[in-house]
């Protein structure tokens, strides 16, 4: 279907421009917010999963938060120098954008990893549906961290892992992510064309 959402967010960061001559280069600042927003949820998720090993945050002294900040600052700059990160973060290409999306959902099922035991807590999850939807706006990269928010269900509510369950929880996850990505994506967009095909050729809406 293209990337639907990606032109109209561009067509918005047009509105901005100057000068029409200035059109992508406000379509190409868009690329770098959003990378910039990617090193930030990269930072908020580097810390979440490090605060794991530190400790609670009020149990922490002010050595082990600068360990976990520091972490955190080291883990998301050293990815933002990465080549390919730095390349899509500066081109008017849906990449930067998709890399947006992946670190949100990626934190956001870090939220709902933390809260999944408390009342309301499934409304990260409501969450990560919802920017899944968006995502197929832009590009089916942000995907990827289904198997990653998995893995955290997994391991939150499985106290003993062993080899039988892991494989188990593996091949679960990846079945998931295979009936998202194999069928439930194409054949709802197919049903889609079929539909407008229809409604304008057969019955001349």
């Known amino acids: 279907p293209g990337a639907p959402l990606y032109q109209m967010l561009g067509a918005f960061f047009s509105i901005f421009a100057p000068e029409p001559g200035a059109i992508a280069l406000m379509v190409n ?108 706006g832009v590009h089916f990269m942000g995907l990827l961290a289904l198997p990653a928010i998995g893995f955290l269900y997994f391991f939150k509510n499985y106290k003993e892992v062993t080899v039988k369950n892991f494989i188990i929880a593996f091949v679960i996850i990846v079945a998931i992510l295979m009936f998202i990505f194999k069928l439930l994506l194409p054949y709802s967009l197919s049903f889609f064309a079929i539909s407008e095909v229809f409604f304008v050729n057969t019955i001349g809406l």
């Open 29 to 136: 600042m868009m690329s770098v917010l959003a990378s910039a927003f990617t090193v930030l949820f990269m930072f908020w998720s580097i810390s979440l999963l490090v605060r794991k090993i530190a400790g609670k945050a009020e149990t922490l002294s002010v050595a082990n938060k600068m360990a976990v900040l520091g972490s955190a600052l080291v883990g998301s700059l050293a990815f933002s120098f990465t080549d390919s990160f730095w390349f899509n973060a500066v081109e008017a290409e849906v990449y930067a954008m998709a890399t947006f999306i992946l670190s949100v959902i990626f934190y956001v099922g870090l939220l709902w990893e933390r809260d999944m035991h408390k009342p309301r807590g499934n409304r990260w999850l409501i969450l990560i549906c919802f920017i899944i939807g968006l995502l197929f």
